[in-house]
């Protein structure tokens, strides 16, 4: 199969190239031209040695080659063109092949969140989160209650417990009158024994210093 064929197909209905292959063959095309620019861009630099090298020895031959150089030029520029083209085209099929591959992808995961969604319903996921919603304020019922049980003194008024306090603190405060109250009423202790006695002591003490100092006197005279 010849270069054209392989890159252009040989006319028969063929079924078309992916753009991996459109991008492979242009590929191919840029490398062949730029081989034949390289020969045409050699054959240029022949040429304008020939016209220098003939200019004053054979005006004829030196001519001659300035024509090839124009042609090879001519057909250098319009490679140059071809590839220009050539690259234009083969970045619009790499960002194509791109783009194809992106919405493959994105055709996979749309079809799987679809098969993921097939045995969902929206009411029914509504219904489930009421259900939800519903047994977590039963749950907060059940901690409420367990948090304050029945039967534990809750039942109490506690208007009731400060007047039954309030009684016995007067009961307490009545009775500690009373202790105070009996005491005073008890009869008082004689004093007149002590009394005398400390009158007494006075008197034995003076009698005591008397008889020293009769004794003193008796010793200064004998």
Do not use: C
């Amino acid at each position: 199969m010849s270069l054209l064929k392989k890159l252009f197909g040989d006319g028969k209905k063929d079924k078309a190239p992916t753009p991996q292959e459109g991008i492979q063959r242009l590929r191919e095309v840029e490398e062949m031209l730029m081989k034949k620019s390289d020969f045409l861009e050699k054959k240029i630099d022949a040429e304008i040695a020939i016209a220098r090298k003939s200019g004053t020895k054979n005006k004829r031959v030196a001519l001659q080659a300035l024509k090839r150089k124009k042609r090879y030029e001519k057909q250098l520029q319009q490679i140059d063109g071809t590839l220009s083209t050539i690259e234009f085209q083969r970045e619009a099929l790499e960002n194509a092949s791109t783009n194809t591959e992106v919405l493959s992808v994105m055709g996979i995961a749309a079809k799987a969140l679809k098969g993921a969604h097939n045995n969902l319903d929206v009411d029914k996921v509504h219904d489930l989160m009421d259900d939800v919603a519903e047994q977590q304020e039963v749950a907060n019922e059940i901690s409420d209650a367990i948090s304050h049980p029945v039967g534990f003194g809750q039942d109490l008024d506690e208007d009731d417990l400060l007047a039954e306090l309030e009684e016995l603190e007067q009961e307490e405060l009545d009775r500690q009158l009373l202790e105070v109250g009996g005491a005073e009423d008890l009869p008082s202790v004689p004093t007149a024994e002590p009394t005398e006695a400390r009158k007494a002591a006075p008197a034995k003490a003076h009698h005591t210093e008397d008889d020293d100092d009769m004794r003193e006197l008796e010793m200064w005279a004998s």
